[in-house]
Nanobody, 117 residues
């Protein structure tokens, strides 16, 4: 499975960005897709996931601001990020797994999101 992420960039606080991640390869058994992020000097943290069956979850710090969506026909997951804050600055990594979100099997290359104050 290969994951190709895109959509990062530089935005001012309060602005919006949309990340995309498309899976290719042996994707028939992929159940969950989502995003982690890693800020400078910090550990990678979970952001959001979406399962093939429609279960969605977010880390508390992004609830109400970020929306994850998934197009199963396109094997693509999106992360719409609104009301961005400087503390959202991080490299965002998409992931995919056959069963759960806690220790994903597959990772994308990361896309940098920078939020200026």
């Amino acid at each position: 499975v290969q994951l190709q992420a895109s959509g990062g960039g530089l935005v001012q606080a309060g602005g919006s960005l949309r990340l995309s991640c498309t899976a290719s390869g042996s994707i028939a058994n992929i159940y969950v897709m989502g995003w982690y992020r890693q800020a400078p000097g910090k550990q990678r943290e979970f952001v959001a996931f979406s399962t093939r069956g429609g279960i969605i979850n977010y880390v508390d710090s992004v609830k109400g601001r970020f929306t994850i969506s998934r197009d199963n026909a396109k094997n693509t997951v999106y992360l719409q990020m609104n009301s961005l804050k400087p503390e959202d600055t991080a490299v965002y990594y998409c992931f995919a797994d056959r069963a759960s979100w806690g220790n994903p099997d597959y990772w994308g290359q990361g896309t940098l999101v920078t939020v200026s104050s």
